[in-house]
RNA sequence: GGGCCUGUAGCUCAGUUGGCUAGAGCGCACCGCUGAUAACGGUGAGGUCGACAGUUCGAGUCUGUCCAGGCCCA
């Protein structure tokens, strides 16, 4: 039973003598409540000499002067309220916007949001056709439509960043809420036209007809970055062409046309994709494939040695007989007659374009054995690689198909006006009707779609603007390339946490395309270019910046409501050496040109934002910028879309530092589906934002993160451990005044205090060095084993007894308190960036603040400094002897009926003299006994002291131990701390 | 199909240039304390290091193939 009940009658109740532990921290958090308040009273903090309130502001004003860490925020888009996602991101960066300012630095931070683009125009538009709105737009100038989408849109947005900015604040993350960058704004989009003039500067702008990702849905090109891969069912379909001149084939395969009389041989193409086929130019194969003169079911036809077998299995055939076999070179030059189209057709917009090359076989290195015959269909209105092979062998770029998906009027009568997805069946009937169908199936693959209407993507041939990544340069001749892949080969200007960010951006620099930068949309950027009366385009380095003088003053929707003259206002081309000579000459006046419709790819914005917002900011100052952090994913978008024109603009990268972390998955590794996982706001009111920046601080981020629910409960568990042993040590400091300059000179080397404060010199090096790296998760887990180890089970269960039973004044127990005091201010310090609330809670109640008392804020100093002192050299060995002596201890306490630590006493062998300069007090206390010696001996040796006196007061058994003068049984120590005798 | 990455106890992670019986925390089990108490302390049980093959005296660590998963691309 009770040790209480166990005195005697006549014995004085010791409990109420002792030094109990007393706080008004309390146990239970209520983070959901008390979080709020915390944010309320940073809101209102105000720093002297500036008009600006709240924690950000007065971090910002406390680092004037300091050594600059430049971080730049990567901008989410604005739309919907934040999510998982958001809360790693978010915070992995506010742990470095407050890991910087306690180390030292001066970080200011300003939040952004990527405002414009398709997802909040086709957001927009949803809504002006379901509230009836959109049929009065109908009504109005394209302009004047246009600007009234594009104030929808502003709207719309608006909302959104202010819901959003809403809940990062709640998040507790710190960032210039006050004065954002949104890509809307005049200021930023003057930025961005700055990068687009001085990519014009370098040569690297150009407009050309291309090939580009095409949604039918949103009539709009798109970027790579906005095109999602799905599955879909298509019609593929193996199709005859035949040859125009049969002895020629029969030639390149070595045998005579003598032995096949009458017969035509056909080349086979496969393609999944049969509504390009009317745009079919070429066939292509590969020059060292293997090809087959095969007859199948008594038709001659051509495919590659490798395809014979899967191709006619496929179909069924029956009789399967190869003639002869040669290699592809030998088909090259070779011609054929189109299956639905008798002479090839001119492009509409290139009627003079030259056909004569059109119907051949050519050489292409893309060719494959995998899939379909190794011989490719070549349309270079519709493809990438059939438009760079057309380029080389000179055919036209023939694209029968207008922006809504519908045949032009240079298709066969029969196809004209029609969508295409109509038409891959109609082209395959017409040609099995016509003989020419081999073999067609329904073939399932992976097919990109557009990310916003999840409609399949076409390539088709339109009019774009590029910014040219293989053109040198005018200031150096490197190319953009030449530049990304220096930057991310040897040079080592960019640091990339984890390290293999480097060969992933490089993988992926070495084979991108041009970048597209226009859209045909709204709710965008206006690329500042005009159409001359010949139908070419102008837009020149110096047009763009004169432009942009209207737009930085009035916002970009002045392109729509001005007219041409006006825009060019302070344009002049006599000045300007690439202007075009009719405008040079006064040939052609302004008022003569028309302005060009599209509007900038977002990522030319955000990617401009080392310029739009922080050299802009900061007169050039800060640049290039210290980090960037953002998901894995920004490999190729935002960070690739930052490097490319900062190396045009600037020939250096935005950046020194890029850190990626990884994406939530389930709980089983599998990708998070989009209505999985509960809404962060949801997260908020049952965890507490602490416990959620707690567990994030966990992570091991750089690799994929499971996330679910249980493992919040988890971050919880532990938080509260953390909390605990604050709380146990703010508790025994309720009687502590701290002095100003606390002195540690007369700590003793071998004292235990001396001990514990080394290894809290040990962990602010380890926590700040953690911190320095961006090892949160290194960071997070010493300052949990800190306080559960080195504290809790160490240390605080040592100290306990003199913090209870030493006379309050005691030396002894004064310098325990001067010791958990230091340890108690440091650890807030060190938890501060992750735990925001918590910590200041816990600072507060440290240094007894008043609760209305609003400017003391752990927020607002640094990380701690170490303790000057020396602490014994031997403590390491000391503690494997401690562990041994806890499983002797244990073994002891098992095998007989001693319940009570404090029953024991502890032996321990020291032949070579290495313990005898510590306190066996200390050594008792840590070991939880009673008495501890040492010895000669060479075995530990756990004592039982039951035979001995017991204090009524410390439950200790000692030698001191004896009846005093109040009726009780006390040691020394006990009694004079009760002043008796 | 290609590039980059991940796969170590039930869970989250450490494991340096290949080198003793593979570590930690959580969780779990058992014990103690009841003067940190919706706390605290102690002890313990858990792993053929994704699979297979190879290099080596020796492989969690290096190489190859495969399987599973993620991001990006085709």
Redesign the pocket.
Known sequence: M???TDQQANTPN??KT?N??KTSFP??ANLVQNEPASLKRWDALKTDGSDNKGLYHAMQATAEGRKKFIFHDGPPYANGSIHLGHLMNKTLKDLVVRSKFMAGYHCPYIPGWDCHGLPIEHKVMTNLVESGKAAKLETLTDDQRRTAVRRECKTYADKQIKLQAGQMKRLMTLADYEDPYLTFLPKFEAGVLEVLAGLCEQGLVYKALKPV?WSVANETALA??E?E?QDREDLSVYVDFEATDAAAVFNAFGIQEADHPGATPSFMIWTTTPWTLPANLAIAVHEKFNYALVRVDGNLTVMACDAVERVTTLAKSEEVETLATTTGDKLVGLSYTHPLIANAPTPINDPDADTSNCYSIVHADYVTL?DGSGLVHTAPGHG??DYITGLRVGLPVYCPVLGDGTYDTTAPDWLIGMSIWDANQLVADRLTESGHMFHAYKFNH?Y?HDWRSKTPVIFRCTEQWFVAVDQPTKRDGNSLRDMAMKSTGDDRSVHYV?A??R??MR??LE?RPDWCISRQRSWGLPIPAFTLPTGDAFMTAASVTAVNIIIREKGSDAWFADEPSSLLEHYNPATDPDAPAELKDGSVTFDQLTKGQDILDVWFESGSSWNAVMRQRSSGENFPIDLYLE???Q???WFQLSLLPSLGVMGRPPFRTLLTH??M?D?D????SKSAGAALKDLFDRYGVDVLRWWVS???Y?????VDE??FK?AG??Y??IR??L??ML?NLNDYEAPANPDFSKFHVHSIDAWVLGEYNTLIEKVTNAYETYAF?EAQ?LI??FC??T????Y??AV??RL??DAPDSERRRATQQTLHTLTDGLCKLIAPVMCHTADEAYRALHKVEPKEPTTCVHLTGFPSKVNLETATAWPLLWESI?KI??A??DT??KSDI???LDLGVKLPDPDDTFKWFNAEDLADIC?VSRFELTKDDKIEITDLREQPRC????KRDTTVKPRSDGGTLSARDAQALGLD
Do not use: I, Q
């Open positions: 009770t040790n209480a010791y409990k002792l109990l532990p146990m239970k990702h790579d970055a095109l891969y995998e990438s690689d992976s990109p984890p293999w960010g060969n992933r993988g992926m084979s998901g894995s994913d490999h190729r978008g990884g994406f998955v709980k590794g599998k990708k998070l966990s992570l091991a750089e690799n994929d993160v499971k249980e493992f988890l568990d532990s509260r451990k605990n042993t709380k146990f508790s998760h887990k949990y084993k559960n180890t504290l809790s089970s160490e605080l269960s306990k007894d209870y039973c562990e806890m499983k201890a244990e306490r098992a319940d009570n630590p939880g009524d007061r410390s439950w």
